[in-house]
């Protein structure tokens, strides 16, 4: 058996008139408030993930946040965790200084692997790889 749509406030409703009107934001928030619009209107999560383009999930999702948190929880993503950089800003700049200076004696250029030596020479970080310089340099727009 589904269960009926939800209550809005009417603070809420409007909100999301207003929202869904200007159309000024990314399409995954338009969604979720489209949602939560059927849901108001009395529509089964179903129908209204269906008429939405979402999963039944994410209609649950929203609804759920939206019950404990307020519209603005609802229609918005939380932060993902993600790892930490492994360069400070002072960090990555030292590693990119060595690639516009000279190379080292007897070599034409500075390649990666020489670069990540002179890294771990410098003791700017404690270790790092060669894929994490590479991304650092290609984020500066430069090729050793």
């Not at 589904?2 to 603070?11: E, F």
């Not at 609802?74 to 200084?97: D, H, I, K, Y």
């Not at 030596?117 to 790092?128: F, L, N």
Request: glycine fraction near 12%.
């Amino acid at each position: 058996m589904q269960k009926p749509g939800m209550k809005l406030k009417q603070a809420g409703k409007e909100a999301l008139d207003a929202l869904m009107r200007r159309g000024r934001h990314s399409v995954r928030v338009l969604k979720r408030a489209r949602a939560l619009q059927l849901l108001g209107d009395g529509w089964t999560g179903v129908a209204a993930a269906g008429a939405a383009g979402i999963s039944e999930r994410t209609v649950w999702q929203v609804r759920g946040r939206y019950r404990r948190e307020g519209l603005e929880a609802a229609l918005q993503e939380r932060p993902r965790p993600g790892r930490q950089r492994r360069f400070t800003p002072g960090q990555a700049s030292q590693v990119v200084a060595p690639v516009c200076s000279r190379p080292p004696d007897g070599y034409a250029r500075w390649t990666l692997s020489l670069l990540v030596r002179e890294v771990a020479g410098r003791g700017i970080v404690p270790q790092v790889g060669m894929e994490t310089v590479r991304e650092l340099l290609q984020r500066h727009d430069l090729n050793p």
